[in-house]
């Protein structure tokens, strides 16, 4: 796997080689070892500049994980939750990947859909009860 591309889609691949990948002192357990192991890794993607990806794509990406991409145009995925870098690194890649997936996924078009004359009948129904409600809690009359 060392120089296969990761495929995102059917039709987009991210070479390996736009990855970079940074390393830092996660928290949590694991007792001596996380004082003194770089466990964490954070992969940094350069959204802004990579060829992989054509503008739309581009576009696309900035919007739906603007939290995510810096100023700089760096996309940053941090994992911790293993004990080892390795781990770690596998966890961000296929983060990323997912992030990816999800972010260039197309959302269905909606098809216009209208109430069932049931659901109207009850929306009236129950209008007219809550009018009831709001009708007696009115100032208390003397007839007399």
Known sequence: MAADPLVVDDTLSIP???LAFETSRA???GG???????SRVTLVFPLATSPSLDEERRARLREMLASRVSKAGLLRVSAQR???????REAAVERFV????EALAEDPER???RPTRAARKRRVEGKRARSRVKGLRGRVRDEG
């Open 82 to 88: 293993h004990r080892t870098q390795a781990q770690n």
């Open 111 to 113: 098809r216009p859909t």
């Open 16 to 18: 390996l080689a736009e």
């Open 32 to 38: 001596q070892n996380v004082n003194k192991v770089e």
């Open 98 to 101: 997912e992030l990816l997936r």
């Open 27 to 29: 928290g949590g357990p």
